[in-house]
């Protein structure tokens, strides 16, 4: 699978190229090949074991997307040169591959954990523009905690925007502000880093998900 191919199908460069805050916070960004894929070539050996060979891997230039790892359609996993953690990323990026593979029943898994998935339409222009745009969850980017809080990973900076520096603020679809972390959240699951929280998807990537293996998915 090409980085072109990836990009036919999913269009995330192009997305990226028409929003002005992301575009200009991956200026300093080369989303292009590294001279040495020796790294892929040892994920692609760990991914055997669990894949079947099914998922392809990528080296990326250092800078692409804030040397942050990520996925594309394909099913592609792209990992920043130099990356370290190469097991526990792959394990994580898994977990996105699943989400790529099975978006019906994902989004099913969303609404039974008290997820509500909104069109574009339901946050307004003015905190919409300020998210960062993730690749791993473009394909479904808005989820509302209890159908009304939405979690809005915000550019720090709207000037000056970073990929690596951002701030997660909930959209209170009810009163239609933006807040802190709603406490009911807070209990459910329980203190977490900005990287769960910006997204229900990153959320089980992170944490995990009982039932979930590399080649079947299960709701249980």
């Not at 960004?29 to 760990?46: E, G, I, P, R």
């Not at 808005?142 to 809005?152: E, I, M, N, S």
């Not at 603020?169 to 406490?183: A, L, Q, T």
């Not at 229900?200 to 709701?219: D, M």
Request: aromatic share 10%.
């Amino acid at each position: 699978m090409s980085l072109a191919l990836a990009e036919k199908i999913d269009g995330y460069i192009e997305m990226c190229k028409r929003d002005p805050v992301n575009s200009a916070a991956r200026n300093r960004c080369s989303y292009t090949m590294w001279n040495d894929q020796s790294l892929a070539v040892q994920a692609k050996a760990f991914l055997s074991d669990f894949a079947g060979g099914a998922v392809d891997v990528v080296v990326l230039d250092p800078s692409a997307e804030g040397g942050m790892p990520h996925t594309r359609a394909g099913p592609l996993i792209c990992i920043p040169a130099y990356h370290t953690g190469l097991e526990e990323t792959l394990r994580h990026e898994m977990v996105h591959i699943q989400q790529r593979r099975e978006p019906a029943l994902w989004k099913m898994k969303m609404e039974l954990d008290g997820w509500k998935h909104l069109a574009d339409s339901a946050i307004p222009e003015v905190w919409r523009r300020r998210c960062r745009i993730n690749p791993d969850t473009c394909e479904a980017r808005w989820f509302a905690w209890q159908g009304r809080h939405v979690p809005l990973p915000l550019f720090v900076r709207e000037d000056k925007p970073d990929l690596r520096d951002i701030v997660v603020r909930w959209y209170d679809i009810e009163e239609g502000i933006v807040k802190s972390v709603p406490s009911s959240f807070s209990k459910r699951y329980g203190e977490l880093g900005v990287s769960s929280m910006e997204h229900p998807y990153e959320l089980w990537a992170y944490k995990g998900i009982r039932g979930l293996y590399f080649k079947k998915l299960a709701l249980t």
